[in-house]
């Protein structure tokens, strides 16, 4: 009997894999190299490669092949299914995040378009803002901090699960650079990175740097000029208002793309619940 096509070793010469299995290495190829520098930009594209990447998989579960490999590696697929669930709820973690931000960025914007209250009311909801990105940079601490290194790797395993477990390391990567994005604080200031590049021992994962301060880190700023400044509170209000305006346009443009990957995050493990519960 001919041994399966999804098989990452044989004694035998290997058979050609599957064209959907190319096209998801391929995926994951162009967003491994897309980690050495990150900018608001680079994180949007990288959320869309994350969708094709998963789109891909997707397909690839759905097919009779995979089912039954899925069927022989219940193990690893338990594993991965665990993994799912960080992956879950770093997105969701992300998505609560932005949405605290732009709440709170929209009561300051309208207070200062209506210039209602004068000045006290105005720093008062400048001390608000503050308070609120300091709840998210907590919010994102603990959900980074609760990463652990559970994850291993057999070289043995089918392609399918080999190919799942990098999908997880790349989309793990990319979350976190999105956490501390959002959070205005680098990739180099955070410990728990270190926990993503050793979750696959086998594999590599690029440990990047912000190259820019996000608008996040920007706006906090242009926060605390207002608050503890001493230029004119003109020129504060104005810098304040530009950076209220991007961040809004920002977290517009990542909220997008994290419903598409969070969708995309839930069907595949729905898919893959229902092939080993049939």
């Given at each position: 009997?001919?041994?399966?096509?999804?098989?990452?070793r044989?004694?035998?010469?290997?058979?050609?894999?599957?064209?959907?299995?190319?096209?998801?290495?391929?995926?994951?190829?162009?967003?491994?190299?897309?980690?050495?520098?990150?900018?608001?930009?680079?994180?949007?594209?990288?959320?869309?490669?994350?969708?094709?990447?998963?789109?891909?998989?997707?397909?690839?579960?759905?097919?009779?092949?995979?089912?039954?490999?899925?069927?022989?590696?219940?193990?690893?697929?338990?594993?991965?299914?665990d993994?799912?669930?960080?992956?879950?709820?770093?997105?969701t973690?992300?998505?609560?995040?932005?949405?605290?931000?732009?709440?709170?960025?929209?009561?300051?914007?309208?207070?200062?378009?209506?210039?209602?209250?004068?000045?006290?009311?105005?720093?008062?909801?400048?001390?608000k803002?503050?308070?609120?990105?300091?709840?998210?940079?907590k919010?994102?601490?603990?959900?980074?901090?609760?990463?652990?290194?559970?994850t291993?790797?057999?070289?043995?395993?089918v392609?399918l699960?080999?190919l799942?477990?990098?999908?997880?390391?790349?989309?793990?990567?990319?979350?976190?650079?999105?956490?501390?994005?959002?959070?205005?604080?680098?990739?180099?200031?955070?410990?728990?990175?270190?926990?993503?590049?050793?979750l696959?021992?086998?594999?590599?994962?690029?440990?990047?740097?912000?190259?820019?301060?996000?608008?996040f880190?920007?706006?906090?700023?242009?926060?605390?000029?207002?608050?503890?400044?001493?230029?004119?509170k003109?020129?504060?209000?104005?810098?304040?208002?530009?950076?209220?305006?991007?961040?809004?346009?920002?977290?517009?443009?990542?909220?997008?793309?994290?419903?598409?990957?969070?969708?995309?995050?839930?069907?595949?493990?729905?898919?893959?619940?229902?092939?080993?519960?049939?």
């Amino acid at each position: 009997m001919a041994k399966s096509s999804f098989h990452a070793r044989s004694n035998s010469f290997p058979s050609r894999p599957h064209p959907l299995i190319l096209q998801c290495n391929e995926h994951l190829d162009r967003l491994r190299a897309s980690q050495e520098t990150s900018s608001s930009s680079l994180l949007s594209h990288k959320l869309g490669g994350l969708r094709d990447l998963h789109d891909c998989v997707e397909n690839l579960i759905q097919l009779p092949l995979t089912q039954e490999a899925v069927l022989h590696e219940k193990n690893c697929v338990n594993e991965l299914l665990d993994g799912s669930l960080r992956l879950l709820d770093m997105c969701t973690t992300a998505k609560d995040s932005l949405l605290h931000t732009k709440e709170c960025t929209r009561e300051l914007q309208s207070i200062m378009r209506r210039r209602k209250g004068g000045e006290v009311e105005l720093r008062a909801e400048v001390k608000k803002l503050l308070a609120s990105r300091k709840v998210v940079r907590k919010a994102i601490s603990k959900a980074l901090s609760n990463l652990k290194d559970t994850t291993t790797k057999d070289n043995q395993n089918v392609a399918l699960v080999s190919l799942l477990q990098d999908m997880e390391v790349v989309t793990l990567s990319t979350f976190q650079e999105l956490l501390q994005f959002i959070s205005g604080t680098t990739q180099s200031k955070s410990r728990n990175w270190l926990l993503i590049s050793k979750l696959m021992q086998t594999k590599k994962v690029a440990c990047s740097q912000l190259a820019d301060e996000s608008e996040f880190a920007q706006l906090d700023e242009a926060l605390q000029s207002c608050i503890f400044g001493q230029t004119s509170k003109f020129e504060d209000m104005n810098k304040l208002q530009n950076h209220l305006e991007k961040v809004e346009l920002l977290i517009q443009d990542l909220e997008e793309g994290l419903e598409f990957v969070l969708r995309r995050l839930i069907k595949i493990r729905v898919a893959l619940l229902n092939i080993l519960n049939h």
